[in-house]
Antibody, heavy 120, light 107 residues
Framework: QVQLVESGGGVVQPGRSVRLSCAAS????????MHWVRQAPDRGLEWVAV????????SYADSVKGRFTISRDNSKNTLSLQMNSLTVEDTAMYFC?????????????WGQGTLVTVSS | AIQMTQSPSSLSASVGDRVSITCRAS??????LGWYQQKPGKAPKVLIY???SLQSGVPSRFSGSVSGADFTLTISGLQPEDFATYYC?????????FGPGTKVETK
């Protein structure tokens, strides 16, 4: 069965960095683009970043562009999000999501999320 | 970036009610819209993609439609497990954007 398991969250000070990981299993990882979506406490969903099947193409939300870097290791079925220069506005649950594209994009599988709290 | 508006922001309903939630995009997105359900403490779950295609395994009481610039999610016969927050997501252009959400509460 498809599984996405995030890790790497925790409490981090403003201005510092953290790296999130998402371990994928139960499907052919190289057949799917992968995304990060976040949700601040008691707020709505915010799309963060996407990476293409082979990792050659990335796209980011304006709110994280230049600070966050999405990457993937297809040999290890792992998705990552390097988060630098963190601010309190980056405090959120971070979900990885699998994209499936049948004429239209959908996020058909999600991880359970990992919580990042930016606080001094 | 494409802005998504969603209405209402919340609604109160009873089991068995017919409920409709609407999203509108700030520019044309063809039918590149999905609907997601999220329960507290859980990851979102896709219900509808391509504006009107029902995701496998999702009950048929959920449906999606388009009228002009308005995308509508309808729940025909609300069930106890449907009390949740619903989001639309435009998949037409990057950056992808979600609507602000609609919380469906029990009356």
């Amino acid at each position: 069965q498809v599984q996405l398991v995030e890790s790497g969250g925790g409490v981090v000070q403003p201005g510092r960095s953290v790296r999130l990981s998402c371990a994928a299993s139960g499907f052919t990882f190289t057949n799917h683009a992968m995304h990060w979506v976040r949700q601040a406490p008691d707020r709505g969903l915010e799309w963060v970043a996407v990476i293409s099947l082979d990792g050659s193409i990335e796209s980011y939300a304006d709110s994280v562009k230049g600070r966050f870097t999405i990457s993937r290791d297809n040999s290890k079925n792992t998705l990552s999000l390097q988060m630098n220069s963190l601010t309190v506005e980056d405090t959120a649950m971070y979900f990885c999501a699998r994209e499936t594209y049948w004429d239209h994009l959908q996020f058909d599988y999600w991880g359970q999320g990992t919580l990042v709290t930016v606080s001094s | 970036a494409i802005q998504m508006t969603q209405s209402p922001s919340s609604l109160s309903a009873s089991v068995g009610d017919r409920v409709s939630i609407t999203c509108r995009a700030s520019q044309g997105i063809r039918n590149d819209l999905g609907w997601y359900q999220q329960k507290p403490g859980k990851a979102p779950k896709v219900l509808i993609y391509g504006a009107s295609s029902l995701q496998s395994g999702v009950p048929s009481r959920f449906s999606g439609s388009v009228s002009g610039a308005d995308f509508t999610l309808t729940i025909s016969g609300l069930q106890p497990e449907d009390f949740a927050t619903y989001y639309c997501l435009q998949g037409h252009n990057y950056p992808l954007t979600f609507g602000p959400g609609t919380k469906v509460e029990t009356k």
